[in-house]
T-cell receptor, first 115, second 113 residues
């Protein structure tokens, strides 16, 4: 079954550490996204990518970077984690062209705690 | 910046009754309005969406209405069931893109037996 897979699912780290969250998808979608979810704030877009050579900042990109290693892989990095980056992170994909219905397909989420 | 306000933050209804969740948006160019359901510990999943060229869309027990003049849209769930318990998020497109969304803060729907 085509899916969106995130690793790790849970991570506890310390302030100042470098963290990478990885996302891979078997849906064949071109578009990939990283979102952050905080209680009472909904979902906020960090970065999005339309293909390997196209990376765009979302509304809250400061303190984050991304890499689109292949059509199916999109990773999110926190170069120096801080406590207010503690959140639930979601990767998502969507189609393009005729497959572009607007629907986002989310991964299962990566819960990050920065102490 | 653009924003989406969602109300109420928590809604408790008796099983079998109807539930209504409302959202208002600020970007007059928004033309795509999806609703996502997130069950506890799970990923958000699209349940229904509407585009600005229609005023209402229905899918079995759920419906969405859109009032572009007033810039608000609503989710209606009829004959609620225990499996409807979840957090519901509305979103509005940033301008006419359907890949950049501004999200509401979510509504926790509780179905009382």
């Amino acid at each position: 079954d085509a899916d969106v897979t995130q690793t790790p699912r849970n991570r506890i780290t310390k302030t100042g550490k470098r963290i990478m969250l990885e996302c891979s998808q078997t849906k064949g979608h071109d578009r990939m996204y990283w979102y952050r979810q905080d209680p009472g704030l909904g979902l906020r877009l960090i970065y999005y990518s339309f293909d390997v050579k196209d990376i765009n900042k979302g509304e809250i990109s400061d303190g984050y970077s991304v890499s689109r290693q292949a059509q199916a892989k999109f990773s999110l990095s926190l170069e120096s984690a801080i406590p207010n980056q503690t959140a639930l992170y979601f990767c998502a994909t969507s189609g393009r062209g005729r497959a572009n219905t607007g629907e986002l397909f989310f991964g299962e989420g990566s819960r990050l705690t920065v102490l | 910046g653009e924003n989406v306000e969602q109300h109420p933050s928590t809604l408790s209804v008796q099983e079998g009754d109807s539930a209504v969740i409302k959202c208002t948006y600020s970007d007059s160019a928004s033309n795509y309005f999806p609703w996502y359901k997130q069950e506890l510990g799970k990923r958000p999943q699209l349940i229904i969406d509407i585009r600005s060229n229609v005023g209402e869309k229905k899918d079995q027990r759920i419906a969405v209405t859109l009032n572009k003049t007033a810039k608000h849209f609503s989710l209606h769930i009829t004959e609620t069931q225990p499996e409807d318990s979840a957090v519901y998020f509305c979103a509005a497109s940033l301008g006419d893109s359907n890949y950049q969304l501004i999200w509401g803060a979510g509504t926790k729907l509780i179905i009382k037996p």
